[in-house]
């Protein structure tokens, strides 16, 4: 179970770190991801972290302002959001897949994150 936690309305040009607390199992091995989705518009990758080694991948457009990490004592993934902009408004999640799955197969709820200018 992936549980997302740490939205809220923050201003334009602050930060925010959201967090993805697994539980139930564990996702050793797997590839853990943020997506986000704002309204009226599709769901987006954000970034990914492979759970064993470490090693993170960006969407283009979040490098340099998104960071996601890992705590593996505390079984929670984080995605620290800086500079953050109203377009990045939008319901975030956190899924995990396997290393050979296509798709994500386990998400979590969502975290709500709203920017206002």
């Known amino acids: 179970q992936l549980q997302a936690s740490g939205g809220g309305l923050v201003q334009a040009g602050g930060s925010l770190r959201l967090s993805c607390a697994v539980s139930?199992?564990?996702?050793?091995?797997?590839?853990m991801g943020w997506f986000r989705q704002a309204p009226t518009k599709e769901r987006e990758f954000v970034a990914h972290i492979l759970w064993n080694s470490g090693s993170t991948g960006y969407a283009n457009s979040k490098k340099g302002r998104f960071t996601i990490s890992r705590d593996s004592a505390k079984n929670t993934v984080y995605l620290q959001m800086s500079r953050l902009k109203p377009e990045d408004t939008a319901v975030y999640y956190c899924a995990a897949r396997t290393s050979v799955a296509t798709t994500y197969e386990y998400w979590g709820q969502g975290t709500l994150v709203t920017v206002s200018s």
């Open positions: 139930g199992r564990t996702f050793s091995g797997y590839r």
